[in-house]
C-alpha cells in the first residue's frame, strides 16, 4: 500500500468521524445507560432478594420463639410472630418470605387444633407457580393431607394436582403424590385417571429411587384395575347372551 493510499483512508476515516461525530457520542451515550441501568437493576433485584430472605428468616426465627415458648412468654410470642406473618405476607406472592409467612400461619394454625384454618392460610399456593423455592409443593402436600383428613377428597386432589402439574420435575416426593393420585381418583370411581398415575408412579420409580412398597401396590393396582374392566366386560357380555337366548 502506498504513502498516498495510506493517507487516503486516514483521511476517510477522519472525514467519517468527523461527519458522524454527534450520533456516535450519542450511540456511546446510550449503551453506556444501558450498561448503568442493567448493573443498578441487578443491584436492585439483589438487595430485594437479600431482604426478602431477611423477612423469611425473621419468619422463621419468631416461629421457633412461639413453638418453645412458656405460658409466660406465649402471649408476646404470639403477638410478634403474628406480626412478622403479616409482614411476610405483605410481600409479593410467590417470593420466599411470602411462602414462608402463609406455610407458619398454617402450622401455627394445626398446633392450636384449628386444621380449617390451617387449610384455608395454604389455599392461597394452589394458583402460584414458583419452580425455585421448595417449600410451595410441601405446603401443597400438606394441604392434601389436610384435606383428606377433612373428608374433601376432590379438594385433596386438586392441591395433588397442582403439584403434578407444577412440580413434578422438582419435588422430591413425586412417587408419593403420584400414588395419592391414583388413591384418591380410584375411590372417586375415576378409574382410567387411576391407572393413569399408577403407571406415572412406575416409571417414576425407573427414573430415581422411589418408595418400593409404593411401587409394588401400585404395579398390583394397575393389574387389578385392568383385568377387572376386562371381566365386567365379559360378565356384560355373558349377561347380553343370556338375555337374547
Not at 468527523?18 to 442493567?38: C, D, E, M, Y
Not at 437493576?41 to 423477612?55: K, P, R, T
Not at 380449617?116 to 401443597?140: D, N
Request: a negative charge; one cysteine or more.
Amino acid at each position: 500500500m502506498t504513502g498516498s493510499e495510506k493517507f487516503s483512508a486516514a483521511d476517510f476515516i477522519s472525514a467519517f468521524l468527523i461527519r458522524f461525530k454527534i450520533p456516535l457520542i450519542l450511540t456511546g451515550v446510550l449503551i453506556a445507560a444501558v450498561l448503568v441501568g442493567v448493573a443498578v437493576g441487578a443491584v436492585v433485584i439483589q438487595n430485594a432478594a437479600e431482604a426478602n430472605a431477611a423477612v423469611a428468616e425473621e419468619i422463621a426465627d419468631t416461629y421457633a420463639e412461639w413453638v418453645s415458648a412458656g405460658d409466660e412468654e406465649k402471649e408476646e410470642a404470639e403477638s410478634v410472630l403474628t406480626a412478622a406473618i403479616d409482614k411476610g405476607k405483605a410481600e409479593k406472592q410467590g417470593s420466599y418470605a411470602f411462602v414462608r409467612a402463609v406455610l407458619c400461619e398454617s402450622q401455627m394454625a394445626e398446633t392450636e387444633g384449628d386444621r380449617e384454618g390451617a387449610l384455608a392460610s395454604l389455599s392461597v399456593l394452589k394458583e402460584i407457580k414458583a419452580v425455585s423455592l421448595y417449600l410451595v409443593p410441601i405446603a401443597l402436600h400438606r394441604a392434601a393431607v389436610l384435606a383428606e383428613e377433612l373428608e374433601q377428597p376432590s379438594e385433596a386432589l386438586a392441591y395433588y394436582r397442582s403439584i403434578e402439574k407444577n412440580y413434578a420435575g422438582s419435588y422430591f416426593n413425586m412417587d408419593r403424590v403420584y400414588y395419592n393420585i391414583a388413591r384418591i381418583e380410584e375411590t372417586l370411581g375415576n378409574t382410567d385417571e387411576a391407572k393413569d398415575a399408577y403407571r406415572l408412579l412406575i416409571e417414576t420409580a425407573g427414573n430415581k429411587e422411589a418408595d418400593s412398597s409404593l411401587v409394588s401396590v401400585a404395579k398390583d393396582r394397575l393389574i387389578y384395575l385392568e383385568t377387572a374392566g376386562v371381566g365386567n366386560q365379559e360378565e356384560v357380555q355373558d349377561e347380553e347372551t343370556v338375555a337374547a337366548e
